[in-house]
């Protein structure tokens, strides 16, 4: 439920069905904090997104396809990426053992 709020704040999208596919540690070790990722399907846009008044989030619609290639390009402008990005592209087309999504 939170996810799907989260995704509509902050993106403008919703979702029919969110399915939780993995909470882990966010640094082992380093610190209690934990993240999910979260796999969303039926999207569909509601608003424009962009979160509260207190937030600076620029919405990139990139068809999921594509989002590998967008995330080298935006590497390659010189912009640090956080690694779970990666993880969260292989989750969504894979089960955590390896096996693809059908």
Do not use: C, N
Not at 77 to 88: Q, S, V
């Amino acid at each position: 439920v939170s996810a799907v709020r989260e995704l509509e704040e902050e993106t403008g999208w919703t979702a029919d069905h969110a399915e939780v596919l993995m909470i882990g540690p966010t640094s082992s070790g380093a610190s209690s904090e934990k993240i999910a990722f979260v796999r969303a399907t039926g999207l569909r846009r509601i608003g424009d997104g962009g979160g509260d008044d207190s937030e600076d989030i620029t919405v990139h619609e990139i068809p999921r396809a594509q989002a590998a290639a967008w995330l080298v390009q935006k590497m390659g402008e010189g912009y640090e990426l956080d690694a779970k990005l990666w993880a969260g592209l292989w989750m969504i087309e894979h089960h955590l053992d390896g096996r693809p999504r059908g």
